[in-house]
């Protein structure tokens, strides 16, 4: 069973995605890790992002995934990079990163290869458009821009205390755009996808109706094989 979680930046997509994964028991794949990783490795080795020895290098790197302690953590080349991955400056490296053609295929295929023969939970941008059209279940989170950047500020507040949630709502509109207009697997909801709106729904309601979505469905695919 493959279950495809989409939406845009800040509407909760990680947070969803794991619990939804721990109730149903399914691996949990975050491809938005992925790039962010991607865009922490060529930073920190000093690489521009259009190098074409970009491209040969991201083809030897290692994703890893690995619940621990309540927390899905990501792992590049055996380092563990979950912190490293969340701060603004990533956030908007990895959306550069995102629109590079050559690096979203080789991801694809990393995503598609770590999904093989398991019940998996995939969160992203272009999940059920792209990386699998064929999943099972396909969900499209959305939110209001000032509901997402309420909940974003009172993470990143505590990193950065100066940050206001007009910054943020000004670069989760930037990002939202530059998503949903690229050229390569532009942000959209899937034709057979399923919207939840989350702005009025806390995180254990979201997870709550997610599951039910999927079980229901479960229950469909096993009442046609009888």
Avoid: C, H, W
């Avoid at 992002?49 to 927390?71: C, R, T, Y």
């Avoid at 059920?128 to 959305?142: C, H, N, Q, S």
């Amino acid at each position: 069973m493959k279950i495809a979680i989409d939406g845009p930046a800040g509407v909760g997509k990680s947070s969803v995605s794991f619990g939804v994964a721990q109730e149903m028991g399914y691996m949990l794949i975050d491809t938005g890790a992925m790039y962010r990783g991607t865009a922490l490795f060529a930073l920190e080795n000093k690489i521009d992002f259009d190098d074409s020895n970009l491209i040969s290098l991201v083809k030897k790197n290692n994703f890893s995934f690995k619940e621990e302690d309540g927390k899905n953590l990501v792992f590049l080349n055996g380092k563990n990079i979950s912190n490293l991955i969340r701060t603004p400056e990533i956030s908007k490296a990895a959306s550069s990163v995102a629109t590079n053609k050559e690096i979203r295929a080789i991801l694809v295929d990393k995503q598609r290869e770590l999904a093989k023969n398991s019940d998996i939970v995939m969160e992203g941008r272009d999940i059920g458009t792209v990386v699998f059209p064929d999943a099972e279940v396909k969900i499209f989170l959305t939110a209001s821009v000032e509901e997402r950047a309420r909940r974003r500020f009172k993470d990143l507040q505590k990193k950065n205390p100066k940050i206001t949630i007009k910054e943020i709502e000004e670069d989760i509109a930037k990002r939202d755009f530059q998503d949903s207009n690229r050229k390569e697997s532009p942000l959209k909801k899937a034709d057979d996808g399923i919207l939840v709106d989350t702005t009025k729904l806390n995180q254990e309601e979201v997870i709550k109706l997610i599951v039910s979505i999927i079980r229901k469905k479960i229950s469909d695919i096993e009442g046609k094989n009888e």
